[in-house]
């Protein structure tokens, strides 16, 4: 029997608001525990919540983003469980009357254009976070009520991989837009994973559904244990149970939590205290106003103009603040093919050595162009343009100012490299008699060691100049 994996994605995308989405609590990551909490968001006999108008905004910036039919009312269901870091006992969501619906997200994985199905886009309270050290298990109660928007896919996957790739680009999606950092570390981005197995194409198996994956490493690799392990129930002759799991990031396996549960067993009904709320054309002309171009786009855009390679295209695009970093080069006249060279190269590794983003850092569009500026008319050679990106990191000047002040402009003068070149001919004979046997090999050997000797600052024309001027002469010899 040759076994279909099918995969489906629950992810979950905490919003970029000031305060939470029921309340006035504010909205922050990394608080001390228990400090932004008010009767509200704690489940308070007798309180009221209050829908934050941004919120929902930013979730149908989302539904938007991803082709849904939006819905032109924002109703609210009481989705009833028990879990220590839920305090009311319920959580707000939506469930009859999704904000969006049939949508579909574009991606690219492994080259090749993806299409995904999206189900449902729906907005609701994010619960607290049970913190485990040893036998203990802490409460902290920041994180319930932040407004969570939860993305639904079908079961259109196939892989773990495919998952990976997936949230990857999603991740772009939702920087690009700018409503969540996409930060899986502090658990602004999560998914939950739906893996069945089955024996056919058009048919799902029983679905197993593995909670709060917090990173890409785990959702590819969650979904290929479960990948693994119910094939291997079904060749036994097993039935595979139908329940929720966990990742144990420590043994990499999932394991039992508890039998899945089905839409009846939490029990919905309509939010008592949240009436519908219908909205006004001019609240969806407000989503259509913050439209971007989305990464795919822009990406393809970018490539075609500027002749980018895929790995190109893809570095250019992947962070919203890298591609706007490369239009403002493009606005300034620089070519974008050695901007995008510098950018995913130098750039990146200096960046990443200093811990610091092109943001926070002291590189500007405006510099980098003045650069390549100089390396282009040969004011400069590129080595030495690779000390100037240096300099500009650690002391904030700017490219001129640094050639100029540090003596980096190059060695032209034909004596002094003459001179030098000289005493590399000296200390390689071998090489002396190759070019007087007319053998030109050796060419760039010299130009790298004259290079050498003058710490990057020749200039290799010059240098192959007078290398040439020395073939001629041996030749004549």
Not at 221 to 228: D, M, R
Not at 259 to 288: H, N, Q
Not at 327 to 342: F, I, M, P, Q
Not at 453 to 466: E, N
Request: overall charge negative; charged content about 25%.
């Amino acid at each position: 029997m040759s076994e279909v994996t099918h995969v489906g994605l629950e992810i979950h995308v905490q919003l970029l608001t000031e305060s939470k989405v029921f309340c006035a609590c504010r909205n922050s990551y990394g608080d001390e525990a228990n400090s932004n909490v008010c009767p509200v968001c704690l489940g308070y006999p007798g309180i009221l919540p209050a829908l934050n108008e941004e919120a929902v905004t930013k979730a149908y910036q989302i539904a938007s983003a991803l082709g849904c039919t939006l819905s032109h009312s924002v109703g609210f269901e009481r989705k009833n469980y028990f879990y220590p870091d839920l305090p009311k006992n319920y959580q707000i969501s939506q469930y009859a009357a999704p904000l969006g619906s049939d949508g579909q997200f574009l991606y690219e994985c492994d080259g090749q254009e993806r299409r995904v199905r999206i189900r449902e886009v729906h907005l609701e309270e994010d619960a607290g976070k049970m913190i485990h050290a040893g036998d203990l298990s802490l409460l902290d109660y920041n994180r319930a009520g932040t407004p969570l928007v939860e993305v639904v896919t079908q079961p259109d996957l196939r892989s773990g991989a495919d998952a990976e790739q997936l949230l990857t680009a999603f991740r772009s999606l939702v920087r690009y837009i700018g409503v969540c950092d996409g930060n899986m570390e502090h658990g602004s981005l999560r998914a939950d994973a739906n893996i069945s197995v089955s024996d056919t194409e058009d048919r799902l198996g029983a679905k197993v559904e593995v909670k709060n994956l917090n990173s890409f490493k785990f959702v590819r690799a969650a979904i290929g244990f479960e990948e693994l392990r119910q094939a291997a129930e079904l060749v036994a002759g097993r039935e595979v149970v139908s329940e929720t799991r966990l990742w144990n990031e420590n043994r990499d396996v999932t394991k039992t939590m508890r039998v899945k549960e089905t839409d009846s067993d939490y029990r919905y009904f309509g939010e008592p205290d949240l009436p519908p709320y219908p909205l006004a054309p001019a609240f969806f002309d407000e989503v259509a106003a913050r439209a971007v171009e989305l990464p795919l786009a822009k990406r393809r855009r970018l490539a075609a103009a500027h002749s980018l390679s895929d790995a190109q295209s893809a570095f250019v695009t992947a962070e919203p603040e890298t591609a706007r970093f490369f239009e403002r080069c493009l606005t300034s006249g620089a070519d974008g093919k050695a901007v995008a060279n510098w950018l995913a190269a130098d750039v990146q590794r200096l960046l990443r050595q200093r811990g610091e983003t092109l943001g926070s850092s002291a590189l500007s569009p405006e510099r980098l162009v003045q650069l390549l500026s100089l390396v282009d008319r040969g004011e400069i050679t590129g080595k030495i343009g690779k000390q100037v990106l240096q300099a500009i990191l650690e002391s904030d000047r700017d490219p001129a100012a640094i050639v100029e002040e540090d003596g980096l402009r190059p060695v032209t003068d034909a004596a002094a490299l003459g001179q030098v070149l000289s005493e590399v001919l000296a200390e390689h004979p071998q090489v002396r008699a190759q070019l007087s046997g007319g053998d030109r090999k050796p060419v760039g050997f010299l130009i790298g060691k004259v290079m050498q000797r003058t710490a990057g600052q020749a200039d290799p024309g010059a240098i192959r100049t007078l290398i040439e001027a020395e073939v001629a002469e041996e030749a004549g010899g």
